[in-house]
């Protein structure tokens, strides 16, 4: 008689999908550094006003579309989910980050402009908002880390390659 030990002590087998998961979760794990960097960067620009914004010129080529897009990108399922998972970020800031997002998502596309980002209610609402989760998460900085950032002259020449992304 053979006695499965594995249905005797409730032990499930490791299905193939089980194992697919763990190999992602294993591979965005390496990637850890480089998302946290990402999401408190993207927070980090929307505490810029257009002064600032501007100084990002050659890191960010055009901070504007930068600024959607680079929040765009920190709230990817892996970037954000392995953040969290991993404790980079604690968890009792999720939903917070993702009210954060909404907002941003939610800004009349007719003041994604430069003439409304110092004055308008809304960007400064956002503004606020962005200083006061940083400071939440532990971040005291408001330095845009470039550590990963290839950054480019004006001809397009690369004048410093950014790092890998482990």
Not at 20 to 35: A, M, Q
Not at 37 to 58: A, G, Q, R
Not at 98 to 124: A, Y
Request: negative net charge; proline residues 2%.
């Amino acid at each position: 008689m053979k006695v499965n030990f594995k249905s005797i002590f409730g032990i499930k087998a490791f299905s193939s999908d089980n194992s697919k998961l763990v190999k992602e979760e294993l591979v965005s794990d390496r990637y850890i550094n480089y998302y946290y960097t990402n999401i408190v960067n993207s927070i980090i620009l929307y505490t810029y006003d257009t002064k600032e914004l501007e100084k990002m010129t050659p890191i960010l080529i055009d901070p504007l579309t930068e600024l959607y897009e680079e929040l765009e990108q920190a709230f990817t399922p892996v970037c954000f989910e392995t953040v969290f998972r991993l404790k980079l970020i604690e968890n009792t800031f999720k939903v917070e980050l993702l009210k954060f997002k909404q907002e941003v998502d939610d800004i009349p596309t007719e003041i994604w402009d430069w003439e409304f980002i110092d004055d308008h209610e809304s960007w400064k609402k956002i503004r606020n908002h962005a200083n006061e989760l940083l400071n939440k998460i532990g971040v005291t900085s408001r330095i845009y880390n470039d550590r990963y950032t290839t950054i480019f002259d004006s001809e397009g020449n690369i004048i410093r390659k950014g790092g890998n992304y482990n």
